[in-house]
């Protein structure tokens, strides 16, 4: 196992690590013939009960899975098992869908030997569409812990193009901590959680309160603030397990190492989140937008917010054009209010709007530097010290291809 | 002159009508260098200082054209003349910006002989790119009232692929009113004007305060209810002048047939936003967006903006899928609450979704309804008496491709 050293927050990458990578968790995806030649369940096993939170999406419409799993982890704060599915995401399904899902749940709860509530379930696919309930009984009771035919993060993805996972290391109360993840999801992302499967693992222990204010102030910093294409689906969850493994002594925002855990939990969930925008649906490259100088940080959020996720700038970026009058043009509309003449704009280390003014700038320059796989947007205000950065990708012929043919 | 009749309003439709079908207007336009081959710069005026209105963007940045006509309209009331240039947006240009808004103002005003005040003066094209003086001085000098070179509604045009002007005539104290009508618009379209101009022309009197409430009041109900793309942009600008010539009595909120000359202003302004939602950048199909049942119009209004400037609902309009799915989650994440057991949704006359179920439907019907040129998406709530109407068009390859390239 290789490991690379970041020496400021003494966070250890783990080369190649997922929601598998911290201790006492077994993970892995099989096929059950939703789909043909790719794996479409997935599985997460703790060892013992572990603490658990959950973040949902804001949704009107919320799906049957998302339901299910909030009633069981309402029931004793805990976790053991999450079983996700492809294909059909159980949604717009009435009743019926309802009671399917706790179907599956009490199926997977048998197959372990563990109790129903302790069994999230999470659906990803097409709307309206009943689960195969065959197909998912004969899944289930296949499910060999020890032997998985294929990698938990490979058997979750939809249009995704590619497995999005990572594991951290570092210290706390002087035991080896992991966090693990790996999350699924390429259209319909937006802030607010959007059609997208986020599964972080970790052998902290961690009070289950502590853990759940910890997801959502990360979250909020994180997943919510990527972009594909401002729809946010029925579908989208987080979920964090801790099971104690680590053997520290408990956490909680008393711990005087709580921050330590945030940070690696941040750590996790933003190379989540950047793996997801940079992996929109027909996306070919990553857009950091950067705002600082706002009223605060709220202010700074919206209008980063604002700049990801105008289709002109998204195309803009595609074409590699420099056309900071489109960044300009999104912090104006953001809703937000402050003095035109104190804007300044780069694009990476270029400069093209200074106080007010577009500014001359080396066009050949400026395009080489669009046409990499990263693009930085930098915005900053003259009205605070507020700042906020979101993540999106730029807007392709593939976005509109993927998605006019996508349910037929 | 051929004329339809629409027997229950009683508003007749202009044939090839426009903003100079109203009596006692001249416009026009020409090529004044700016661009090759087309016209780009047009005009309007009035034989008489006419009651003027306008409706301004809300973005932060506000193109200079649009301060200077603010400024003159503030003094008076009244326009006589309108000014519009593409290519230079005449924004983000600092003080250099305004000083050449006025300046063109002013040559526009001593060639035509009247106040500066009363010219009102627009630009569409690339923000950050002061005007062209020399050619914009040698452009209104060579105005000849009498004998444009090309109509003024293809001289103001940008990406749009075809102008969009009507009129129509009905009666006030037995004399006839005419209310015209030309805009511009087809990318970075979205409620609140985005880079949209509109110019409406009628020879009714109208009192300057009640024009003014009467064309904001029309302008939410129409021009804001487009949608393109999502981004507003810092030119937008719908300007109404009323010069008397038809001289019924002046029209205020009193008059017996104000609602008559609301519903005629109506008429110009919806007919002209669907021309723009319709010719949206590379759109090849206008969408219609129908909410009824909401708990009050203002939820309906934001439910039916959430479904139009949906990216998946948009792609599948333009892959003709019957998705209804996307429909429902774009309600879903609008921000309003509901309850989702009592959501109806119908494409056209094809019911999909019924009390927060999918329903069977025949999918090559809907395939085929949604082939046509515009398509109408019905939905239903169960709140109450709120209802909305909402226009856009479908998101194509082309929308990537003209915005991936348009100011390299």
Redesign the interface.
Known sequence: MEETYHKQTEIIHIEDGSVGSPNGFKTGGQNIGLRTGRPDMGWIYSEVPASAAGVY?????QAAPLQVTQAGIAKEKKLQAILVNTVS?N????EQGIDNAFMTRKWMAEHLGISDHLVGVASTG???MQLPMDKMEHGITGIALDAPEAPFEEAILTTDTKPKHLAVQFEIDGKKVTIGGACKGS??I?P?MATMLGFVTTDAAVEPDALSLALKSVVNQTFNRITV??????NDMVLLLANGQAENHQLNEQHPEWQTFLNGLEHVCQGLAKFIAGDGEGATKLIEVQVSGAKDDHSAEIISKSII????VK??V??S?A????V???????G???D?NKVSMALGDFVL?KD???VDFNEEQAKAYLDGDSVVIKTKLGEGFGKAVAWGCD???N???I??????
Chains 1, 2 share one sequence.
């Open positions: 999406t804001t949704n009107v419409f995401a949604s717009c399904t009435g097409v709307i309206g259209g319909m937006h607010n294409d401002g729809d946010t689906s029925t996720g105008s289709s002109l195309t803009a595609f074409g054009d056309n900071w009058g489109r300009i043009c999104a912090m104006g509309y953001s937000e209010h402050f035109t709007f007010g003014m577009p807007l392709t012929y976005y509109v291809k998605n006019a043919s996508y349910r037929s």
